[in-house]
């Protein structure tokens, strides 16, 4: 069972950028598609950025432009670059792969956008 471990989040200021981290236990190079999803307060858990294998992604209007999500399959490591954060972006970041069956999901790393 693969085991996502999600890093990087923290406080920042409106406009800053983070680097969120997504270390797997175990070989990710068989699941096509790895993504970055969010869940904000009161909200339900929602995809930002997906990555097929081969490189192409796709991002939600709401980040694209903004965030750019990467693999590295050598390292079972997915990554989310965020520049130009807003106070909307603040939630709890979670990896998982895209589509069934999702891979029990990890404690997620929490992104504060705020001044």
């Known amino acids: 069972q693969v085991q996502l471990v999600e890093s990087g989040g923290g406080l920042v200021q409106p406009g800053g950028s983070l680097r969120l981290a997504c270390a797997a236990s175990?070989?990710?190079?068989?699941?096509?598609?790895m993504g970055w999803y969010r869940q904000a307060p009161g909200k339900e858990r929602e995809l930002v950025a997906e990555?097929?294998?081969?490189?192409?992604?796709n991002y939600a209007s709401s980040v694209k432009g903004r965030f750019t999500i990467s693999r590295d399959n050598a390292k079972n490591t997915v990554y989310l670059q965020m520049n130009r954060l807003k106070p909307e972006d603040t939630a709890v970041y979670y990896c998982?792969?895209?589509?069934?069956?999702?891979?029990?999901w990890g404690q997620g790393t929490r992104v504060t956008v705020s001044s």
């Open positions: 998982n792969r895209v589509g069934t069956p999702l891979i029990p």
């Open positions: 990555i097929i294998s081969g490189g192409n992604s």
């Open positions: 175990r070989s990710i190079f068989s699941i096509t598609v």
